[in-house]
């Protein structure tokens, strides 16, 4: 299972643009996630007239290994770690849930 998912906020724990809180945009499937208006690089594009598509210095976010974030608490508004839990509901039927390592709080149903 995955402790990371699109959607979710973080805050960046390493690199150049430690420090900084943003939203999951994307997930890959070897571990990288993008993150809104973080570790942003500027790329050079040529210009694809077939395609409509003008040339220049485009600025975009780059993909930063999952190791690098920590799932944000609303609550304390610092980084926490994500444990999994099984819970059974009223009816009997167990469910896997994240939970925040630190306050045992359920974050969502996986």
Known sequence: MKRIRK???VIVIAGKSK??????????????????????????????????QPGGIVERE??????????????TQKGDKVGFKTIKNDAGVEHKVRVYRSTG??????
């Open 19 to 52: 420090g900084r809180k943003g939203t999951v945009t994307r997930v890959t499937a070897d571990g990288r996630v993008y993150v809104e208006n973080v570790n942003v690089v500027k790329r050079h594009t040529k210009a694809n007239p077939q395609a409509n």
């Open 7 to 9: 959607g979710d906020q």
């Open 105 to 110: 709080e359920v974050i969502d149903i996986v």
């Open 62 to 75: 780059a993909a930063i290994d999952a190791s690098n974030v920590m799932l944000l608490n609303p609550k």
